[in-house]
């Protein structure tokens, strides 16, 4: 619930959705009611609205974070944004949202308002801006939408301002590849409340820049063609549907990827695509004569928390080591579950002592990190972690676990919540 969130997580929500109340009365007060833009963006929202449905059947199982989904809503609410006065842009989110959580029951209903609240946030500004250089008030033909120069001007500047203000931050939700409280918070496991020690927030695995700039292009280019069709006949919208469906289900290719490469249970990277990524970094490393260290990880006593909690607060815990090791490790370091309660860190041109430092970072930050349960007291759990460095002529990925492993045990018979680095197999040359 959206109560028990961190203060800033609520401070941000709640400051971007009262903007947007404030928004919808500015942009009420200067409306002036026309059947025909009521009609308009009535299909619009009938139209978006079946889109929307459809897409997230088509995409539902695979995502694997809530707020990491291609529902190519812009596509819509730009078109809506540009033919419309700046009310209709500010509340088409709330039914187009609406719709999607329906569509995707994991979606939180807190998330749903945030993000219609964005969306119409960035619908009034560029539909004012649309409005103030635009030489035509409506209804809009392709003339008078884009065929004089001042038109287009108005048109493409539209167009421009909508994915920049929802991009802002504290508008949109977080950047590509780095999350922040509030998308952490969005994703967390439900029926826990994780209080971490200070420090950088841990970063939700989502799609990356490569993946979402061609993403966030086509949905603008697919909302300019929208927008002109309907200026040149609104039954050209029939037309129109299918290859939005078409490109959803095409930017499902990302959501695929990252599903193959995830655990679902922790959205870290999987043993599978772990290994892949390592034997390539290993390889690179011996190439460039640049060290590379593994860590082993693992949660000491979890099967006590599992016998006495049950295997739901289990898969909470996990949960939030997980977080706790992304929030501790370096933004390039590659984070996975090894299975069970073992997790693995891939740390490139790192050494011994660095490596050292990195682990006893993660073991601290674990240590640190407090879940509240319902109806239950502050629970939390220590890791045991093996650290082995790798510097010299090309080695074997599997000899580089080992290692890592018999450092861990040694540190789970020292007494566990330890660091132990393993003895040094080769001397850099």
Same mark, same amino acid.
């Given at each position: 619930?959206?109560? *028990?969130? /961190?203060?800033? #997580?609520?401070?941000? =929500?709640?400051?971007?959705?009262?903007?947007? $109340?404030? @928004?919808?009365? &500015? %942009?009420?007060?200067?409306?002036?009611?026309?059947?025909?833009?009521?009609?308009?963006?009535?299909?619009?929202?009938?139209?978006?609205?079946f889109a929307v449905v459809v897409s997230g059947r088509l995409g539902a199982d695979l995502t694997v974070s809530p707020a990491a989904r291609h529902d190519l809503l812009a596509t819509w609410a730009v078109a809506v944004a540009v033919l419309l006065p700046p009310f209709y842009p500010t509340v088409i989110g709330l039914p187009l949202c609406w719709l999607a959580g329906r569509a995707d029951p994991v979606r939180p209903p807190h998330l749903r308002m945030f993000q219609a609240a964005a969306l119409g946030i960035a619908g009034f500004c560029a539909s004012s801006v649309h409005l103030l250089l635009s030489?035509? *008030?409506? /209804?809009?033909? #392709?003339?008078?939408? =884009?065929?004089?120069?001042?038109?287009?001007? $108005?048109? @493409?500047?539209? &167009? %421009?301002?909508?994915?920049?203000?929802?991009?802002?931050?504290?508008?949109?939700?977080?950047?590509?590849?780095?999350?922040?409280?509030?998308?952490?918070?969005?994703?967390?496991?439900?029926?826990?409340?994780?209080?971490?020690p200070a420090g950088p927030p841990a970063r939700v695995p989502r799609p990356g820049r490569r993946e979402l700039v061609p993403a966030r292009a086509a949905e603008i280019c697919s909302s300019i063609v929208v927008a002109v069709l309907w200026a040149a006949s609104p039954f050209l919208m029939l037309a129109v549907t299918?290859?939005?469906?078409?490109?959803?289900?095409?930017?499902?290719?990302?959501?695929?990827l990252q599903a193959a490469r995830s655990d679902a249970k922790t959205r870290l990277a999987n043993a599978a695509y772990w290994r892949q990524v390592a034997e390539r970094e290993i390889g690179r490393a011996a190439r460039a004569g640049r060290p590379l260290s593994v860590l082993l990880v693992d949660i000491d006593h979890f099967k006590r928390v599992n016998d006495r909690f049950g295997h739901l607060i289990g898969d909470v815990i996990l949960l939030a080591v997980a977080d706790a090791l992304r929030a501790a490790a370096r933004p390039r370091d590659l984070v996975g579950r090894f299975g069970g309660e073992e997790f693995v860190i891939l740390l490139t041109e790192v050494g011994r002592e660095h490596a050292l430092d990195i682990a006893e970072r993660i073991r601290r930050q674990v240590a640190g990190t407090h879940c509240r349960l319902d109806g239950r007291p502050p629970l939390s759990v220590t890791v045991s972690v093996g650290v082995a460095t790798h510097h010299g002529p090309p080695g074997d990925l599997s000899t580089l676990i080992a290692r890592a492993d018999t450092a861990l045990y040694r540190a789970k018979a020292d007494g566990r919540n330890r660091v132990r680095l393993a003895d040094p197999l080769c001397t850099p040359a």
């Open positions: 619930m959206l109560w *028990r969130a /961190p203060r800033a #997580v609520v401070r941000r =929500v709640v400051g971007v959705t009262l903007c947007w $109340a404030a @928004l919808v009365g &500015v %942009a009420l007060a200067g409306l002036r009611p026309r059947w025909v833009d009521v009609l308009a963006f009535a299909a619009f929202v009938a139209l978006g609205g030489p035509s *008030r409506g /209804p809009f033909t #392709v003339e008078g939408l =884009v065929g004089s120069g001042s038109a287009a001007l $108005a048109f @493409l500047s539209a &167009v %421009a301002v909508y994915p920049l203000v929802a991009g802002l931050p504290g508008v949109g939700m977080a950047r590509a590849g780095r999350g922040d409280g509030l998308n952490a918070w969005l994703c967390g496991p439900p029926g826990a409340d994780v209080h971490r299918p290859p939005v469906l078409l490109l959803q289900r095409s930017l499902l290719h990302a959501d695929l």
